[in-house]
């Protein structure tokens, strides 16, 4: 699978404005707080898997109906709250929109996409939930370089590519259409609270 630049730019600026909206940027914080944060959204996919809180076919066709005659959003809201918040394939967007917003902060523009690579699906496969979760962590805790260290741009976007290319390889691994669940996701965060219900951060 290939992710265009363009579409990983279009993410970026849709994730940090609605992050923007609700309230999140509004105290500057370091890059280690927003990787702790894309590190908590990789352990909520564990939970989710560990309680086999995947999308099963009847909520698949369920949310065909409900995308094909939601014409005001609010079906589309409740439907996503009910029944695919919570699951792996929410959580696993929810890894992608956080490093989407970060690259946001940092004023990251990405002149490449990234690709997956069948031999990193084969891995992901052949591997369990938790030890293809620990992969991902691991290239997010490698992101957390010293403040003193002068990075440009260029080199925090190659960085943030990786933990993508390594979710969508995870994902594909499942069988899993992460860019549907992303655009899906960022669709059911624009209309959620502020502060999604007075959480601190």
Do not use: P
């Not at 560990?50 to 076919?57: S, T």
């Not at 809201?77 to 490093?99: F, H, P, W």
């Not at 590519?161 to 669709?187: C, P, Y």
């Amino acid at each position: 699978m290939k992710i265009e630049a363009k579409q990983i730019n279009e993410w970026v600026k849709k994730a940090y404005d609605n992050a923007v909206k609700h309230g999140w940027h509004e105290e500057e914080k370091s890059n280690a707080h927003w990787l702790m944060m894309v590190c908590t959204e990789v352990a909520e996919a564990v939970q989710a898997d560990r309680k086999g809180n995947y999308m099963d076919d009847l909520d698949k066709e369920g949310l065909k109906t409900v995308l094909a005659n939601d014409h005001g959003g609010s079906l589309f809201n409740k439907y996503y709250s009910d029944t695919i918040e919570g699951k792996v394939e929410s959580e696993l967007a929810d890894i992608c929109i956080r490093v989407f917003d970060l690259m946001g902060v940092c004023g990251v523009v990405a002149k490449d996409g990234f690709s997956t690579f069948d031999s990193e699906v084969k891995y992901a496969k052949e591997h369990s939930f938790t030890e293809d979760a620990m992969v991902v962590t691991r290239i997010i805790v490698s992101c957390n370089l010293n403040s003193s260290i002068s990075v440009k741009a260029e080199m925090f976007c190659v960085l943030y590519t990786s933990i993508l290319s390594s979710v969508f390889e995870w994902a594909e691994a499942l069988g899993i259409d992460l860019v549907q669940h992303i655009n899906l996701k960022m669709r059911y965060n624009e209309s959620r609270e502020y502060h999604h219900g007075n959480k601190l951060y």
